[in-house]
């Protein structure tokens, strides 16, 4: 029963897994948490040999500089709002208000008609992208024995290569509601792209897309 | 009001046999961190610090944001040992928050005080901290795996079906489900060795 994980007598993958899932629950650690690590490397790169004392209530030392930890992330946040000041700018005020009228209709933030790569395919789909919240709903899609359709989001540079992908997951039932993860830029991210994907081994996109949209 | 007409399908075409994976921009997380990039172990706390406070917080209780600290610490100064090729860096944090914790009841010499356990004898602490921990680690690296495997270890674990039944659901030939289902629990135990070294 035992595999080489060193130890004789623990469980294996298998045993645990027969426990059901973890009910685990991550937890935001409060800003002060970081500055706490932050605060201890401070020390260890100016050579003081302080032990990190396991009764310390982790607050960091309030002289040394905190490790500039959200520069890279503010930067980011700054080259959109200035972007999207820009772009506001240029269309003056329509722009909130017409994203006002919008939302106060219960109108997504931005949608897509998703067309068929292949002539003749009826398949045909839509997105919408409600904040974070990507529903899609499709008809014609078909997916032969061995084989499911997957959603994922392209990152497409304005000729028209393609920077990035992300996958979404797979679409049961001809569509659904999908969470996009934080760290995606929906900026970049804003083709919807739905691909046939045999059941392998390979989390890498088929490359035969069968519907497609850019939203907008 | 102005209404903004966006042509649909403006740029819609397959994709080309190089362009297939996901590949974000420059080195990976793993790479930074071993390269010394103080702003890679930012990252790696912004990726797994809420995992690892969930985790320190079931393992002992009150002392999580001190023991989640001395975590990432350990994982900056051991960082050289963190091999991205065995196993992935949460399954290694997972690692290093299991022996903090264990260590940390080692030094009190208190019982546990988790809302879930019963009071009972110091003896039953380290088993059970070594179950939260692995249950915690296979969840994780279950999300992970790619996704026929993840079905296949799921249908077969969490809902209990044979070879032959999750073959008939997916509609794939039972030698594929078998394969699938050795690669994943191949891939699950590598995680759990990670998480198990000291």
């Known amino acids: ?38 605060g201890e490397l401070r020390l260890d790169d100016s050579g003081a040999s302080t032990a990190p004392s396991a009764a310390d209530g982790g607050g960091g030392e309030g002289g ?19 972007a999207v000041g820009i772009v506001a700018a240029v269309l003056l005020v329509a722009v909130p208000l017409w994203l006002a009228y ?21 398949a045909t789909g839509r997105a919408e992208l409600d904040g974070r919240d990507l529903t899609v709903d499709t008809s014609g899609l078909a997916a032969p024995d061995g084989s499911v359709h997957e959603l994922w989001l392209l990152d497409l540079t304005d000729d028209g290569e393609l920077a990035d992908l992300v996958s979404l997951g797979i679409i049961r039932d001809r569509g659904g509601t999908f969470e996009v993860d934080p760290e995606v830029d929906l900026e970049r991210f804003d083709v919807v792209d739905i691909s046939l994907e045999p059941l392998d081994n390979d989390p890498a996109h088929s490359g035969n897309s069968i519907l497609q949209g850019e939203l907008g | 009001m102005v209404v903004i007409e966006i042509e649909p399908v403006t740029r819609a075409r397959r994709l080309g046999p190089a362009e297939r994976y996901p590949r974000g921009v420059g080195p990976s997380l793993e790479e930074r961190l071993a390269t010394g990039d103080e702003a890679a172990l930012r990252d790696l706390f912004d990726e797994h610090g809420p995992m690892v406070l969930g985790l320190a917080r079931r393992l002992v209780g009150a002392d999580a944001e001190d023991l989640t600290q001395q975590v990432f610490l350990d ?71 790619p996704p026929a495997r993840r079905e296949v270890v799921e249908l077969g674990f969490y809902h209990d079906l044979t070879h032959p039944e999750i073959a008939e659901k997916l509609r794939l030939p039972l030698g594929t489900v078998k394969s699938h289902m050795r690669r994943g629990l191949e891939a699950l135990n590598r995680e759990l060795g990670v998480s198990r070294e000291p």
């Open chain 2, 75 to 145: 994982a900056w100064r051991s960082r050289h040992r963190f091999d991205p090729e065995k196993g992935s860096a949460a399954a290694w944090l997972t690692g290093i928050t299991r022996f903090k914790a264990i260590d940390h009841w080692r030094a009190s010499g208190r019982r546990p005080s988790t809302p879930s356990a019963e009071a009972g004898t110091y003896e039953m602490v380290e088993p059970e901290i070594d179950r939260v921990v692995d249950q915690l680690v296979l969840t994780r690296a279950l999300e992970a795996l």
């Open chain 1, 64 to 82: 040394p500089s905190v490790v500039p930890l959200g520069d890279r992330r503010r930067k980011r946040s700054e080259r959109i709002a200035v």
């Open chain 1, 102 to 122: 919008r939302a106060s209709l219960d109108l997504p933030d931005s949608e897509a008609d998703l067309v068929a790569l292949s002539e003749g395919d009826p």
């Open chain 1, 1 to 38: 029963m035992s595999r080489d994980l060193g130890q004789p007598e623990r469980p294996d993958a298998a045993d645990v897994l027969r426990q059901g899932p973890s009910d685990i629950i991550d937890e935001a650690p409060p800003p002060e948490l970081w500055d706490g690590i932050a």
